[in-house]
Nanobody, 126 residues
Framework: QVQLVESGGGLVQAGGSLRLSCAASGGTFSSYTMGWFRQRPGKEREFVATISWSGGRTYYADAVKSRFTISRDNAQNTVYLQMNSLKPEDTAVYYC???????????????????WGQGTQVTVSS
């Protein structure tokens, strides 16, 4: 059973930065595709970014492209989301997720991800 624990959320002013971390345990992290999703107030959960098992391929939602960077450290079983130039509309609960398996592609749908963290709140003030 894979377990994911996010950290790094908090309150930041618009234009600021945060780095989210997601520590994985209970599986073969280095084989898994990882993703970040978020749920903004009153909205459905949405895709933010994904990274391949090796870290060699990434994909971002248009809303965060060029501002957010997903990365991973397979030796530390951790995936990161560096968030720069934050906007009030980035306010959300951010979730880390994994497919729990190695995939050829980079899935964007939450239904492709089988394990989820508990989420971490990010609040961006204007």
């Amino acid at each position: 059973q894979v377990q994911l624990v996010e950290s790094g959320g908090g309150l930041v002013q618009a234009g600021g930065s945060l780095r989210l971390s997601c520590a994985a345990s209970g599986g073969t992290f280095s084989s898994y595709t990882m993703g970040w999703f978020r749920q903004r107030p009153g909205k459905e959960r949405e895709f933010v970014a994904t990274i391949s098992w090796s870290g060699g391929r990434t994909y971002y939602a248009d809303a965060v492209k060029s501002r957010f960077t997903i990365s991973r450290d397979n030796a530390q079983n951790t995936v990161y989301l560096q968030m720069n130039s934050l906007k009030p509309e980035d306010t959300a609960v951010y979730y880390c997720a994994t497919t729990g398996r190695r995939l050829a592609g980079l899935p964007l749908s939450e239904y492709e991800y089988n394990y989820w963290g508990q989420g971490t709140q990010v609040t961006v003030s204007s």
